[in-house]
């Protein structure tokens, strides 16, 4: 029995290889995509595939996917197939309008400002997540953001569409989520507030926004700056769309031209906006015509992790420590007290077994606290007490008086004796004491394994 809202699917190879044309998707026998097969109700993916919509193809994205896609899924809990064709199109326009007009990646935090998500259920006795497109993303009510121009009503056909995709994750990056039978639990889909430095430069390019509608930034200019010039805002790119070099840009989906026939129809897929001239209306930043210098402070910001900005902001403006003033000459400098690992654990590699020895030298009684500059991580001993500096100056001199005497009978005396009276300062020694029978260190002897 299919799973509820699946069916077979109506994509075939032919489908697909106009795309493969336009380089939206790679070349079959790189085996990135497979059409399911023809007794497949409900998808059957292999390790590693997600369901993709041919619909979404159409309206930005594209394989192998962008970042800022696959960060924004993990950051929601929810996967490709969860979202419909109106919540790809609008994820691409904003990548779009930050890249082409604001001169910035995208910044997640002015995304979660101006959009949110709502879930569509089963039923309301059944809560799980519809199976596919239960993901709406919609601006919030009251907000003042650029007409994007959306048909009312996406092709009711398009859940029939699907095929599988497979994609290779950058070290380090986020992968996309794979395909499970199991609902999606979508979480963070309303964000309602944002650190205050956050809301600051949320503030800033909101500003900029509103500046870019009073010049006569519209809804048709936000999709020729990116379908216009064959640049897929959902796809990994080398640069981003403010870079734009021209016909020859590595970062086009195709070098062909477009005709203004086929233009004006793979425009009229996606949105209602009038097509009237490439030239008409406010263009995006290139080559040609570089971002201002002001908005490359954002340039490095993702602000995905919603906390990780605010440390950064913290750093950037924490005040410049305050310079010591100048000493006169002949004036002593005061000692700097070494850094301990209380204070720079970070810097500190110290083995285990190196701690254990060094605690079992010390004794069961000390707490050993490592130093971080010292080259050998010798464990240092503090002042002893005078019961303990008595005691250490009478073994001293016993010692002294042993060797004294064991040097007087050397000329005379034979082997024997003389093994006797080593046998007898070793055997008196403290430290031959600690060597034979070393002191188990107690608890607390060892701060903590680094």
Not at 203 to 217: F, H, P, T, V
Not at 296 to 321: D, I, M, N, V, W
Request: charged share 25%; net charge positive.
């Amino acid at each position: 029995m299919a799973a509820k809202g699946w069916g077979k699917s109506k994509v075939t190879k032919e489908a697909l290889i106009p795309y493969v044309a336009a380089g939206i998707i790679p070349e079959f026998k790189r085996e990135r995509w497979r059409v399911p097969a023809a007794n497949e109700v409900e998808p059957l993916p292999r390790p590693g595939e997600f369901v993709l919509f041919l619909s979404f193809l159409d309206r930005g994205l594209a394989l192998p996917s962008s970042d800022f896609f696959r960060q924004l899924l993990s950051f929601y809990n929810i996967k490709v197939s969860d979202l419909g064709p109106h919540s790809v199109q609008q994820i691409a326009l904003f990548v779009a309008l930050c890249e082409c007009y604001l001169g910035c990646p995208p910044y997640f935090p002015l995304w979660v400002s101006i959009f949110h998500g709502r879930a569509s259920r089963i039923s309301k006795s059944e809560q799980s997540l519809i199976p596919n497109g239960g993901i709406t993303f919609q601006v919030k009510s009251g907000e003042n953001f650029i007409d994007m121009a959306l048909p009312k009503k996406a092709q009711s056909q398009w859940r029939k569409f699907w095929f599988y995709a497979l994609e290779y994750t950058p070290p380090g990056g986020v992968p996309i989520p794979q395909y499970t039978p199991e609902p999606s639990v979508p979480w963070r889909l309303n964000v309602r507030s944002l650190p205050k430095d956050q809301e600051e430069v949320v503030r800033e390019m909101r500003l900029a926004i509103q500046a870019l509608k009073d010049s006569g930034l519209t809804g048709a200019n936000m999709y020729n700056c990116w379908l216009g010039r064959r640049l897929v805002p959902l796809r990994c790119r080398s640069h981003l769309m403010w870079e734009y070099k021209g016909q020859n840009d590595c970062t086009r989906s195709s070098a062909t031209e477009w005709d203004e026939a086929e233009y004006r129809k793979a425009l009229a897929k996606v949105t209602t906006a009038v097509f009237t001239s490439f030239d008409d209306g406010l263009q995006p930043f290139s080559e040609d015509k570089p971002a201002p210098k002001a908005s490359s402070r954002h340039k490095a910001r993702g602000g995905f992790l919603l906390s990780q900005e605010r440390g950064r902001r913290e750093e950037s403006t924490s005040p410049p420590e305050k310079k010591e003033p100048a000493k006169k000459e002949g004036e002593p400098r005061p000692k700097r007290p070494r850094q301990t690992i209380l204070k720079g654990a970070t810097k500190l590699r110290c083995p285990l077994k190196d701690a254990l020895e060094a605690g079992a030298r010390v004794g069961p009684s000390v707490k050993a606290i490592p130093t971080v500059k010292s080259k050998r991580k010798v464990l240092t001993r503090p002042a002893p007490v005078a019961g303990a500096v008595a005691t250490k100056t009478a073994e001293a001199k016993k010692a002294a008086e042993l060797k004294k005497a064991a040097e007087a009978k050397k000329a005379s005396a034979d082997p024997a004796d003389l093994t006797s009276v080593r046998e007898e300062i070793v055997a008196e020694s403290p430290v031959a004491d600690a060597t034979a029978s070393p002191a188990k260190p107690v608890d607390g002897a060892i701060p903590w394994r680094v």
